[in-house]
């Protein structure tokens, strides 16, 4: 009975406009005011959990792209994948998945990635005489490599909450970004035959090899990254560090295009950012201990041992519920109170929980895209001028490539093991 008037005013709020993350402390708060146990101890089971060092590692990462965006990397990225792949049939849209592919090495963000790249990569497409709805799901679509890609700020979260190795993730998550982009690339061009879209003309080797080189020192940041955790000289979190201060040297000496006005724009914009991610975790924190006193999470574990006779259904109805929770909730509240839950009984079926990690962070990218509280869609619709509506309808389709890259990463686990265990 607790439960079920816990989640009808949690909805209640949100459907009012409450903020996610403000909602779940106000929902809290009244629990444990109502139970007797004070607001002070709420206040510090808030602390508590972002008293966290690994945690460091996302606002860090969040900077790391900041910096690299101010300093016109994006516009650089995005001049070499159209010189690689614009001469394609339908060359614009893999030039934009091929950006977000090579963004998504710095970011460690969908909606980064979709915000940064997505104004300049529509608005090149419109004047190339491609339709908005075709642009815009093509941007949306994208940019949910960014966290399958090292770094990526969703497995550094699920490292932290599920006890999992941040290092074997970020390369975990390596095979099936390249087949979400894949995946992509084929749906482009065949629509674009269908549709005869245009592409560039062939700009010869030595103007790809200007590029290239141009662009190097910013495509060389996710082999540091992954370089430094499994060489030892850093851990994850001294990872994220690093990355800033290579962002910075970067430009320092390749790039010289950060300004201290730009600097300063990174830094407002990453404590703007994490202060709202800092808001759900707290509000989770809360939630959490709330949902663990009234014993849910054994509820749940009860309701999928009912359910599932071994590790093929229960991936099912992971996948499942994942799936419907993302039409409705932001995909980091999903990720930080229903992980800790399934990730014991996914490891109890005897699921490696660096494949399970990939898998729900795959279909959390998914739930990004999905009608009616996608965020990609969101943002995409904000910065290309694209009505919601119009965006909504025509990102189904592109839901088919990653539904299908999902299905061989849960059928064939090597996908996502394969890179980590070369590694040990």
């Known amino acids: 009975m607790i439960l079920t008037i ?3 005013a949690w909805l209640l709020l949100v459907l009012v406009g409450v903020p996610i993350g403000i909602s779940m402390i106000l929902v809290s708060m009244a ?3 109502w139970s007797g146990m004070g607001l002070a101890f709420a206040l510090s089971r808030m602390v508590d959990g972002l008293n966290s060092f690994p945690m460091l590692a996302v606002p860090l990462f969040i900077l790391a792209a900041a910096i ?3 300093a016109g990397i994006t516009n650089l990225l995005f001049g070499f994948a159209r010189a690689l792949v614009g001469h394609i049939r339908g060359g614009l849209g893999h030039v934009n998945i091929m950006a977000s592919l090579f963004f998504s090495g710095m970011s460690g963000s969908a909606l980064a990635d979709a915000g940064g790249l997505g104004k300049m990569e529509i608005e090149a497409m419109r004047n190339a005489g491609y339709d908005d709805e075709f642009a815009g799901s093509v941007t949306a679509a994208s940019s949910m490599i960014g966290p399958l890609v090292p770094p990526s700020i969703t497995m550094v979260l699920y490292g932290v909450i599920s006890n999992t190795s941040i290092g074997k993730l970020f390369l975990g998550g390596v ?4 087949l979400c982009a894949v995946s992509l690339m084929v749906m482009v061009y065949v629509i674009a035959l269908r549709r005869d879209y245009p592409r560039d003309p062939w700009p010869g080797i030595p103007e790809l090899s200007r590029l290239f080189v141009r662009s190097f020192p910013a495509l060389f940041t996710p082999a540091v990254i992954v370089g430094g955790i499994f060489s030892g000289w850093f851990s994850p979190t001294e990872a994220a560090a690093v990355t800033v201060l290579y962002a910075i040297l970067i430009d320092l000496i390749f790039y010289r295009e950060l300004t201290w006005r730009r600097l300063w724009d990174a830094i407002y914009e990453t404590t703007s950012t994490s202060a709202s991610i800092a808001t ?5 924190s809360l939630l959490g201990y709330v949902l663990a006193r009234e014993q849910a999470p054994q509820q749940i574990a009860s309701m999928f041992l009912s359910i599932a006779d071994g590790p093929v259904t ?3 109805a992971v996948n499942l519920m994942i799936f419907a929770l993302g039409m409705f909730i932001e995909s980091l509240v999903i990720l930080l109170i229903v992980v800790p839950i399934l990730v014991p009984i996914a490891t109890g079926f005897g699921i490696d929980p660096v494949h399970f990690g990939i ?7 998914i739930s990004i895209l999905t009608p009616p509280m996608g965020m990609a869609l969101f943002v995409v619709a904000q910065v290309g001028g694209i009505p919601f509506q119009r965006l909504a309808r025509a990102i189904l389709p592109w839901l088919i490539p ?5 299905i061989l990463v849960c059928v064939f686990p090597i996908l996502a093991t394969g890179l980590p265990g070369l590694m040990q």
Do not use: D, R
Not at 280 to 284: C, D, L, N, R
Not at 359 to 365: Q, R, Y
Not at 402 to 406: C, D, E, S, T, Y
């Open 6 to 8: 816990i989640a009808v």
């Open 31 to 33: 629990y444990f005011y």
């Open 68 to 70: 690299l965006n101010g």
């Open 175 to 178: 095979v099936p970004g390249v």
């Open 280 to 284: 759900i975790i707290a509000g989770v």
């Open 314 to 316: 229960f991936l099912i």
């Open 359 to 365: 898998i729900v962070v795959l279909n959390l990218m």
């Open 402 to 406: 990653p539904f299908v890259v999902l």
